[in-house]
């Protein structure tokens, strides 16, 4: 066997091996279910849908790992850590993971690291995205079509129609985005290690993003100024005078970027959310925001 | 029109399941009930109305059309909102814009029950940590899916349930006693929350120049005016050319 | 008034000298003479009155004041409205206001006879390719003036001619029998073909990232309503960055 | 005769080469008049301006390749090839070419690769460009100007000074364009082959041209809908209640990129006039555009 | 109510202390002492009421709310004008407002004392160069002080002075023998002038695409009409990208 | 001694040399305030600041080359190059400047061109941005604000307010500047000298010094043009009607890019001076702007 014929079957393993597992696309479908029912059941403030990563995969790591306690164990750790994303577009990451475990239990060379590199660099960039689609754009659109009809008693036009077009849209995408990504990772797995698709699709991920979550939070983080200074006789209003004309949102913009501040300094989100309820009593009490 | 314990009792599970997070329905089904429009057409079936609950939905949602959960935030709990909102109004004959006024007060007072169970299922997680030691996956399943639903179950059914039985009066005393400063401080609140999801999700990002695209974004929507979609459109093309510039070999030309 | 002969066949003439091609006057030139501003005065001219024609003409370019022809694609054919509305306009001595609606639903009729030269000039290329596998420079010359002109100018002066001669009534049928559904769909047509004007321009394009350069162009003059010459400065410096950005060397010290 | 030197001359062989053909400056203006004049007297939707190309650089051929009956087949064959850009701006590409061929034709090392490279490359971005500057921009403020006298019967300051205006101003644009692209072409040749110049060139059209295309489009392609959906009593308007909420100019992108989408399928010009009529004609006619 | 000699001369030292360059107040100090608001509190002291001074600054201060001074160009000269105006108009007892149609054009004949100063300061730079060449530091750091601010104190004070002293009569007589063409004259030279400020700016940039990046700020200030602020929160957007993009290393991967 | 802590002595050579001559922050300090109250003292056309710098520099230069009368001169030399920045902001080139004079009186291997391209580097970019945000932005708030009490006769809260806060907030700004500038000197010299820092801060501040540069001229420059065209019985406007169709700001855009363009071809600034003036009195008397 010459040496390109080894690094090949060494890149794919499961292609070449007969003895390789192979995760059939049963299960694939299957764990896409169970993600896209579970993905929130155990949601906490500490490592968001990690169990839930865990709970949509297992029976892929069971079919992998099920006879290798210690490897079990390793991915077991290595799906607990933080996960969070938009669950419909950010499949997409998890059909990867699973194309990427099922090479590394046949042995191709992907570490700890490639997989947990890829779904933290692309979960926060999924859910920027996939919230701005979903529910930044599709709900409202789909509520603003039906609730004319549901506002005069048409319950099939109202809550019906926007309930079935809902579902069926974003498990469709859900559905999509799942499978996509398991054979992007499937047939993209060489090039991934060769590491020509990775970087690509992280970059672009990575810019799009933060662009998107930046506009979402224009519209979701709502803080302004009702403070008013007496000058002379006239009034000079804190929000329109002042804060809007150095630069619209500034409140907003100050807020978010101290809750991230915070989270980087390793805050605890609990402790985030009861300094963020402090600023409110303070600052509403006093009529400052 | 009195509302009887068990229908008190369903319409707290109708809240439950506009829970985010309640496996039932899934993700998108929670996001489907949460919203009014959904939720006050299933109370009014409870109720014996559906037709008049679709109304009172219809018009409660108007306040939480741009409603968005990200990062795990909630900034208002329309689910709570939606079927108290409906429940009252129609038990105490009102017209639908007088229960939106109720509806308001009651999504922010909910985003506790939120904040309780993330809080909460901390603890779960933890538990699945010693089992993952273990190499326990039967066990993290099970953690994962029957505390904090048991949990969640408790939280959303028992208050929720409560306040539709004893109805409108002690609800109002509850909003009267809120109204004026408390009240500000609540919305206030409400507004400042979605913060912690934003910078969830952005700190979850860990590219280059994360905090740049994020103020760039920022600064395009609050300052064009555009529709969000057209801002999505922008930043797949400032997305695609950075990527271009960023892997780019060095030209040999140049 | 009535149309003789010799003028109607004059008002052909100044028709085909208005078809983009005409190699008399040049390209340049054909976008002179197929502005009604321009072949308005010619018609008038021709029919004894050309300051009546200029005012005629004058009005007739109103509508067409944005026209472009990019790509080969001809939206609308202002030729044959300005010729056409200005000779029938003063025959039938109607105000000019009155020519203008006689004239748009004229343009779209028109696009039909480029549609068709288009389509058999192809012929042409293709004798040309057999003379140039013989290396016969000299017949390729031929090739590319006579039969395509001798053909332009029978598809254009004839109908002109003809229209001008029997004059508005006809003309008016025609158009009767058009308005409603017909021209509604003629104008979509006219709003539609651009669209492969582009595409082919577009299809032209062999850099990379074309498509998202193009979408940027377009989401920024829908959305920001520029004038096109301010984009187009705004095209300059962002072509100048991505050159510089592109075509830089890595450098040694970052 | 040094090494240095033997490239040197063969990189631009006519400099120090006696023997050398010449293009004459009024051979090159000739061949510009034979462009502004014909070049679109056999437009048509196979290749467009092929056989102009040819029908200008006729007496440049004639020059070169006039007694070497292979390389005028293939000059010939080489200029036949789909070709079309706004003549006047464009010139700018069929100058560069003229040099090019006469290097080309005194030995100098370029294929016929780099010339159709060139022409390819430039065609399509400087269509973009004139089109935009001069359609787009200078005849409409020619119009706009002159058009206030005409509509008082002022025949001088009316078409008259409209025609002189805009003759005057492109043919003075394509003639500077054309000579530019020559000496630009002769002066540049040795940079152009060493490949330092030209990327330059070409990755700045290629960026420009596609944005102002971009921008000449949306106002140049008219689609919108006259749809509307009774809602109960209240009525949505397809257009402005939903098209233009998701992203302005939806329908006219979406005709451009199908028509472009059919052209990269290799559908030909003339199917898809065709199938843009057919279009219009089902959507018109059920008054859904 | 007349003014003394004394004063003329303090309100003289006044308007010296409120030119650029100043060094007994540092550059800040200029700034400050050069608004109306603050030198018309000082000339209301020198003559005794200072809070008729204030309010005759904040007048004249009006017109010169977006006044800039960048590299070294100066539109108008607000020292002069606030100075001048608020004695002028305190001396002949007129209303603030009518004052500042007296002030704006002494605004606009007092730039003429700053070209002449930044022209004569030439003189002792090329000075300082013979010194230079001596390694004579201390002789430098004397040319650099006593010599330009002798000459700026006199060409200050001795116009402002006289000015003040002799009263609005003969300004106003100069002023009314510039109204009409000699005024708009004036205005436009006053637009124009900060070209050479920007212009010296610009010059000073060494770097890549300086002037792209120029057009790039002015076309969005000028389209976007955006604060700014917002308009430098961008530059910081895109100066970021720029510089990450145009010094990274060529990718290994693409 | 090995190969590589000669290097390392070379890079830096105050650290680890005992005999260095050492700049002590209270001589930092001084030069600080001799800038911030002299940098103008000898203002002109010419070479602007340069006599402000060597003014300032003056005591560090005496400390560093006090006995050596040929490093004296070449230093002097050096500085009394063109120099103009805002003076604030642009303070931190000179805190940068003394700590790398500091360096080079040591033997450090630092050149004239290293000092002179840091300082031509930079004096450009933070001149735009310092005025950008000094007397663009903060002393139009600060104004907007003390005036309305001003107007009331309110001496405290109006001119004396202004001048404290003005003061106070622009003189902690250049204070913090200069040292800032100075202390990432001193600690980054040996990246400055590796190349890593300086040209990420150089090709920062000169992408974003003109575009604020640029706004900030967009309401700086100001020229229109008040000509009218009668057309018919029509009135053209020639500033509405065709410059601001055109591109807006034209005119002031044109003006200064003329200036540019004047000083560029050397032209010194007092003839720029003189030819505005020119073009200020003809095309004003003729009312053309
Ligand atoms: O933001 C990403 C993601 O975060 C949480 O999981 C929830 O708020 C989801 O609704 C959201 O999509
Ligand atoms: O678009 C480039 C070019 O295409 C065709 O040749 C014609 O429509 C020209 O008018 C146009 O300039
Ligand atoms: O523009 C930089 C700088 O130039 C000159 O020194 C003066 O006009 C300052 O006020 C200005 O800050």
Same mark, same amino acid.
């Given at each position: 066997?010459?040496?390109?014929?080894?690094?090949?079957?060494?890149?794919?393993?499961?292609?070449?091996?007969?003895?390789? /597992?192979?995760?059939?696309? /049963?299960?694939?479908?299957?764990? #896409? $279910?169970? $993600?896209?029912?579970?993905?929130? *059941?155990?949601?906490?403030?500490?490592?968001?849908?990690?169990?839930?990563?865990?709970?949509?995969?297992?029976?892929?790591?069971?079919? =992998?790992?099920?006879?290798?306690?210690?490897?079990?164990?390793?991915?077991?750790?290595?799906?607990?850590? #933080?996960?969070?994303?938009?669950?419909?577009?950010?499949?997409?990451?998890?059909?990867?993971?699973?194309?990427?475990?099922?090479? /590394?239990?046949?042995?191709?060379?992907?570490?700890?690291?490639?997989?947990?590199? =890829?779904?933290?660099?692309?979960?926060?960039?999924?859910?920027?995205?996939?919230?701005?689609?979903?529910?930044?754009?599709?709900?409202?659109?789909?509520?603003?079509?039906?609730?004319?009809?549901?506002?005069?008693?048409?319950?099939?036009?109202?809550?019906?129609?926007?309930?079935?077009?809902?579902?069926?849209?974003? $498990?469709?995408?859900?559905? #999509?985005?799942?499978?996509?990504?398991?054979?992007?990772?499937?047939?993209?797995?060489?090039?991934?290690?060769?590491?020509?698709?990775?970087?690509?699709?992280?970059?672009?991920?990575?810019?799009?993003?933060?662009?998107?979550?930046? *506009?979402?939070?224009?519209?979701?983080?709502?803080?302004?100024?009702?403070?008013?200074?007496?000058?002379?006789?006239?009034?000079?209003?804190?929000?329109?005078?002042?804060?809007?004309?150095?630069?619209?949102?500034?409140?907003?913009?100050?807020? @978010?970027?101290?809750? &991230? &501040?915070?989270? /980087?300094?390793?805050?605890?989100? @609990?402790?985030?959310?009861?300094?963020?309820?402090?600023?409110?009593?303070?600052?509403?009490? #006093?009529?400052?925001? | 029109? !009195?509302?009887?314990?068990?229908?008190?009792?369903?319409?707290?599970?109708?809240?439950?399941?506009?829970?985010?997070?309640?496996?039932?329905?899934?993700?998108?089904?929670?996001?489907?009930?949460?919203?009014?429009?959904?939720?006050?057409?299933?109370?009014?079936?409870?109720?014996?109305?559906?037709?008049?609950?679709?109304?009172?939905?219809?018009?409660?949602?108007?306040? +939480?059309?741009?409603?968005?959960?990200?990062?795990?935030?909630?900034?208002?709990?329309?689910?709570?909102?939606?079927?108290?909102?409906?429940?009252?109004?129609?038990?105490?004959?009102?017209?639908?814009?007088?229960?939106?006024?109720?509806?308001?007060?009651?999504?922010?007072?909910?985003?506790?029950?939120?904040?309780?169970?993330? !809080?909460?299922?901390?603890?779960?997680?933890?538990?699945?940590?010693?089992?993952?030691?273990?190499?326990?996956?039967?066990?993290?399943?099970?953690?994962?899916?029957?505390?904090?639903?048991? !949990?969640? +179950?408790?939280?959303?059914?028992?208050?929720?349930?409560?306040?539709?039985?004893?109805?409108?009066?002690?609800?109002?005393?509850?909003?009267?006693?809120?109204?004026?400063?408390?009240?500000?401080?609540?919305?206030?609140?409400?507004?400042?929350?979605?913060?912690?999801?934003?910078?969830?999700?952005?700190?979850?990002?860990?590219?280059?120049?994360?905090?740049?695209?994020?103020?760039?974004?920022?600064?395009?929507?609050?300052?064009?005016?555009?529709?969000?979609?057209?801002?999505?459109?922008?930043?797949?093309?400032?997305?695609?050319?950075?990527?271009?510039?960023?892997?780019?070999?060095?030209?040999?030309?140049?």
């Amino acid at each position: 066997m010459s040496d390109k014929e080894e690094i090949e079957k060494e890149v794919l393993p499961s292609e070449n091996n007969p003895d390789a /597992k192979k995760i059939s696309k /049963k299960e694939v479908v299957k764990a #896409f $279910w169970r $993600w896209t029912f579970f993905s929130h *059941a155990n949601y906490n403030y500490e490592r968001l849908q990690a169990t839930g990563v865990v709970f949509a995969l297992s029976p892929i790591l069971k079919h =992998l790992y099920g006879n290798d306690q210690d490897a079990m164990k390793e991915a077991l750790k290595r799906h607990m850590q #933080f996960f969070n994303t938009e669950p419909h577009f950010g499949g997409a990451i998890l059909g990867m993971t699973i194309a990427m475990e099922e090479e /590394k239990s046949n042995g191709a060379p992907i570490t700890n690291d490639t997989i947990n590199g =890829l779904k933290t660099g692309l979960m926060g960039p999924l859910a920027g995205i996939g919230d701005t689609l979903w529910q930044g754009t599709l709900i409202p659109i789909l509520l603003s079509f039906t609730i004319g009809f549901a506002s005069k008693g048409n319950i099939l036009m109202g809550p019906v129609l926007f309930a079935v077009l809902h579902l069926g849209i974003i $498990w469709s995408i859900g559905y #999509f985005s799942w499978m996509q990504g398991y054979s992007l990772g499937k047939e993209g797995i060489a090039k991934v290690l060769q590491g020509s698709l990775l970087p690509t699709v992280m970059t672009f991920a990575q810019c799009m993003g933060p662009i998107v979550i930046g *506009a979402l939070s224009a519209t979701f983080v709502k803080v302004s100024s009702p403070l008013k200074i007496q000058l002379g006789k006239s009034v000079l209003k804190v929000q329109s005078g002042i804060l809007d004309k150095l630069v619209l949102g500034l409140l907003p913009l100050g807020i @978010t970027l101290l809750a &991230y &501040y915070l989270l /980087k300094r390793k805050f605890k989100p @609990t402790t985030v959310v009861l300094i963020l309820v402090l600023i409110g009593v303070i600052g509403g009490a #006093f009529y400052i925001i | 029109m !009195t509302i009887h314990l068990w229908q008190a009792f369903l319409i707290g599970v109708v809240y439950y399941l506009g829970q985010m997070g309640t496996p039932w329905v899934s993700l998108a089904g929670t996001h489907t009930i949460m919203r009014p429009l959904v939720n006050g057409a299933l109370v009014g079936l409870i109720l014996g109305d559906p037709v008049k609950g679709t109304i009172f939905g219809a018009a409660i949602q108007l306040p +939480f059309l741009a409603w968005i959960g990200a990062g795990g935030a909630v900034p208002m709990d329309t689910a709570l909102a939606g079927t108290l909102g409906t429940a009252l109004g129609m038990a105490s004959n009102v017209s639908p814009s007088v229960a939106i006024t109720l509806a308001v007060p009651i999504s922010l007072i909910g985003t506790m029950i939120w904040v309780l169970h993330m !809080t909460v299922d901390i603890t779960f997680v933890h538990m699945a940590d010693t089992a993952a030691e273990k190499g326990d996956l039967k066990r993290i399943d099970l953690l994962h899916v029957w505390p904090p639903q048991i !949990t969640m +179950f408790v939280f959303s059914v028992v208050p929720a349930m409560l306040a539709a039985y004893y109805g409108a009066g002690p609800v109002k005393t509850v909003i009267g006693g809120l109204s004026g400063t408390p009240l500000h401080v609540l919305t206030v609140i409400g507004g400042l929350l979605p913060a912690l999801g934003i910078a969830m999700n952005l700190q979850a990002m860990t590219g280059k120049g994360t905090l740049m695209f994020f103020l760039l974004g920022f600064m395009l929507a609050v300052y064009s005016k555009l529709p969000i979609l057209a801002i999505a459109v922008f930043a797949v093309i400032i997305a695609y050319i950075y990527t271009t510039l960023y892997l780019k070999k060095g030209s040999e030309n140049a």
